[in-house]
């Protein structure tokens, strides 16, 4: 292979500039460290930016609230599948991290009392389940918006260094097994470069564009997940996809939880409030997947809406056009762009949508990437860290809780930030690259640069999007996911030929989408497989093969099947390990039947 490629050195390498990327970076270039920052947008346009609802913490500024409810309902919500250590960790920082954020600047909105406003969220309640609480610290609607910004101000503050428009492509593994660096490619001279560092800390965000329908932006094609998978690493509980219940129908535009916080309900095609039937103690605001399920439930039974019964009708006409203006204004727009509907006046459609993935890269609470080795299920991987949505800590489990997500960037992004920096990088020497450090990126770069024949990215991303939303869905049947095992294999051979037409080098993105798809299809492979093989409901996987029995309430069969995933793409293979039911100083919440 003869391309030039340059080499760059820095303490940490971090790939991704959303929120958990740019808490991780704060952190580190705070401390004096030397930090590069890569992101293949502008760093205010991950997709932390369309986060909507709020963050989590117990400050119990509205309602009586503290970390030990919160705690409950997080392992209560992850279906028993979160690891307890890791929950109770970030329960008990949220307020630190809120009240940090706030004073770098973070403009939320205000009680009365200049305390943060705060507003009820899916499966957060007070007193162990008994009613909902009021613990979603917001930025009206665009919480999410405001804490990018935030956080991107204060590292430019502290001098992080952004490589913005540079696209990681592998991880660099020396012959120990230690992460050295990355191969990146700089999009504006389709220049290929290694950025070598003391340690690599992956914050690429979710994959959520391995569905056709999604409310994730169009550059989360799971890149982290790729480079980990590519290198050897396995990925953790990849079958549990949250749907979220109010994606616009059609659109697939998100209409945050929030909207169902400041009140909003759903309504079936008699206009009724159908969730106080299944929920009768948190209705609108039961968890994501118990909603979802339910949607599909009244869909399926002939009481969807509209001339096709097909969706469900949001309502909120009820707020008040003062409180939508106030709280919900992004959501008033999306009405009016999306759906030609005005909130204040009529109700509007939405359908489950895919929005979150609860897997990714296995890590403990530091953030430091770990993989089964020598008979210890969580050997750590020197020289990596992974946190943010490519990560699985795991603080969600089978489920996670609207605005967890915002929190979990916060809480282990300083951590992990924290953790480096006690490491003393600066004082230690980077290790050598190993000769072939580029050669895999290398490799892949001139197979597409060389192709003659073969078919295009996006028609093959299509097919793999397409199946993927038809075989694992809201809920899924053993044979819709065997076949959907068989069909992302063939898709996954299809990968192998994609060709490229314009082989320019100067901002080609018909380059950069063909790398996204050999990132999408290893999880969309670690999605299929892993789901295939978990024989059991649980959260968000729901298998029509394994409902309610006496011995199994909801299916979920926690003899067998409590434990976590972790699928390897050499040789498409699976592994198991314990989840882990100890909390750190508090005592365990031991697993019982989900009702709400
Ligand atoms: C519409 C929407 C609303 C949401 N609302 C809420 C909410 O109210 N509360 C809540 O808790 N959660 C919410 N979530 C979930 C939450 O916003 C996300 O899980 C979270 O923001 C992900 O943050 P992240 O730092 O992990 O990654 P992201 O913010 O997705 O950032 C990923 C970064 O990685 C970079 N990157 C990726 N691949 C590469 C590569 N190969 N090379 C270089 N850079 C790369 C990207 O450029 C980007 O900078 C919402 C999600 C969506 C989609």
Redesign the pocket.
């Known amino acids: 292979m003869t391309a030039k490629v340059s080499t760059r050195k820095f303490d940490v390498v971090i790939?991704?500039?959303?929120?958990?990327?740019?808490?991780a970076s704060l952190q580190l270039a705070r401390a004096g460290l030397n930090v590069a920052?890569?992101?293949?947008?502008f760093?205010t346009?991950?997709?932390?930016?369309?986060?909507?609802?709020?963050?989590?913490a117990s400050l119990g500024n509205m309602s009586e609230d503290n970390w030990h409810y919160h705690f409950y309902d997080t392992v209560k919500g992850s279906d028993w599948l979160g690891d307890q250590d890791a929950i109770e960790f970030m329960c008990r920082e949220a307020p630190k991290v809120v009240y940090e954020l706030e004073h770098f600047g973070m403009p939320f909105d205000r009680n009365a009392d200049g305390t943060i406003y705060q507003r009820p969220?899916g499966g957060h309640t007070a007193n162990y389940g008994e009613k909902p609480v009021q613990r979603?610290c917001?930025a009206a609607?665009r919480?999410?918006h405001a804490m990018?910004h935030t956080l991107y101000q204060q590292n430019v503050k502290a001098r992080t260094q952004f490589?913005v428009e540079?696209?990681?492509?592998d991880l660099i593994r020396d012959a120990e097994g230690d992460v050295v660096g990355?191969t990146?490619l700089e999009m504006e001279t389709g220049d290929v470069h290694i950025l070598q560092g003391k340690t690599v800390l992956l914050?690429?965000?979710?994959a959520?564009r391995i569905f056709a329908a999604?409310?994730?932006?169009f550059?989360?094609?799971?890149?982290?997940l790729?480079?980990a998978a590519r290198a050897g690493i396995p990925l953790e509980d990849m079958e549990f996809w949250q749907f979220?219940p109010t994606g616009v129908h059609n659109a697939g535009?998100?209409l945050?939880?929030?909207c169902r916080g400041e009140g909003a309900i759903l309504r079936n095609a008699n206009g009724e409030r159908f969730m106080e039937r299944y929920a009768p103690t948190l209705k609108d605001l039961a968890p994501r997947d118990f909603v979802s399920r339910c949607m599909d439930q009244e869909i399926k039974e002939g009481r969807g809406c509209g001339p096709n019964k097909d969706y469900i009708n949001l309502d909120m006409t009820h707020l008040g056009a003062d409180t939508i203006a106030k709280r919900l204004p992004s959501v008033l727009e999306i009405g009016h762009n999306f759906a030609n509907v005005d909130i204040t006046k009529e109700p509007i459609p939405v359908v489950p949508t895919i929005?979150?993935q609860m897997g990714g890269i296995p890590t403990n609470i530091h953030g430091q990437v770990v993989a089964p080795k020598n008979g210890n299920p969580n050997e750590i991987i020197n020289g990596l860290y992974a946190?943010?949505?490519?990560?699985c800590v795991s603080v969600h489990g089978a489920n996670?809780l609207?605005?967890?997500?915002?929190?979990?960037?916060l809480v282990f992004?300083r951590a992990a930030g924290n953790h480096l920096v006690a490491a003393d990088l600066g004082k230690r020497s980077h290790k050598a690259l190993p000769a072939d450090a580029a050669d895999r990126s290398l490799a892949r770069l001139a197979r597409l640069d060389n192709s003659t024949s073969g078919e295009y990215a996006q028609d093959v991303a299509n097919d793999l999007r397409a199946a993927m939303q038809q075989h694992a869905g809201v809920f899924r049947t053993q044979a819709m996911l065997d076949q959907g095992v068989a069909k992302i294999a063939e898709i996954a051979q299809r990968v192998k030929n994609i060709t490229l037409k314009d082989k320019s080098k100067v901002f080609n993105t018909a380059r950069i989408e063909a790398?996204?798809v050999e990132?999408l299809i290893e999880a969309a492979q670690a999605t299929i497989v892993s789901a295939a093989a978990r024989k059991e409901s649980r959260g968000a996987h729901t298998v029509n093969d394994y409902g309610d029995t006496p011995a199994h309430p909801n299916g979920r069969n926690d003899e067998e099947w409590m434990k976590h995933t972790l699928w390897y793409s050499e040789g498409n293979r699976l592994d198991y390990k314990p989840v882990n039911l100890k909390p750190l100083t508090v005592e365990s919440v031991p697993p019982k039947v989900r009702t709400f």
């Not at 914050?203 to 979710?206: F, H, L, Q, V, Y």
């Not at 550059?219 to 982290?224: A, E, L, R, S, Y």
């Not at 609207?402 to 960037?409: E, H, V």
């Open positions: 790939v991704g500039a959303g929120g958990s990327g740019m808490r920052v890569l992101s293949k947008v760093p346009r991950s997709h932390t930016v369309a986060a909507q609802g709020g963050i989590g969220f979603a917001a609607d919480t999410g990018l490589f540079w696209m990681a492509l990355v990146a914050a690429t965000g979710g959520g999604s409310t994730n932006a550059i989360n094609t799971g890149d982290g790729g480079m979220h535009v998100l945050t939880e929030g929005h979150y946190v943010g949505e490519c990560a996670r609207g605005t967890n997500s915002l929190l979990d960037l992004g790398l996204e990132n």
